[in-house]
């Protein structure tokens, strides 16, 4: 059976080719935003941002919200701070968290509308 995805020949359309090498990112960028995706993969992370778009919640909420141990909700947190998907805020002895910008919520909005998709 033949490769399903394969090229007939070895033609390389020169055109299009060059037309994309012009918009291709920096290495570092690419690096980046795939880091965001790695971040999002995880379910666990994917229900603690969609939470946390819905409304600011500390570690406590998002444990009882989840059934998870604080200790666990803290290094997902972690993890999503480091990849810049999360801010948080200072209220006392208190640290509640909320997605970091628009981008997150249109992301997270985007995979839910795609995952929402019939399967040919």
């Known amino acids: 059976m033949r490769e399903r995805f394969a ?3 070895n033609i390389v ?5 060059s037309e994309v090498s012009g918009q291709m990112l920096k290495e570092e960028l690419f690096h980046d935003a ?14 603690i941002l ?7 919640l500390c570690v406590c909420d ?3 919200l989840l059934g998870m141990s604080k200790s666990a ?3 997902q947190l972690a993890r999503l701070r480091e990849n810049r ?3 948080n805020r200072r209220d006392g002895k208190n640290v509640y968290y909320t ?3 628009d981008h997150v919520h249109m992301m997270l909005i985007s995979c839910v509308e795609h995952a929402k998709e019939p399967r040919d």
């Open 99 to 101: 997605i970091a910008d």
């Open 50 to 56: 969609w939470a946390l778009d819905k409304h600011e």
């Open 7 to 9: 090229c007939e020949g």
């Open 62 to 64: 998002l444990a009882n």
């Open 13 to 17: 359309h020169e055109a299009a080719v």
């Open 34 to 47: 795939a880091g965001f995706l790695k971040a999002m993969g995880d379910g666990t992370r994917f229900k």
């Open 85 to 87: 998907l999360v801010s």
């Open 73 to 75: 909700v803290s290094h």
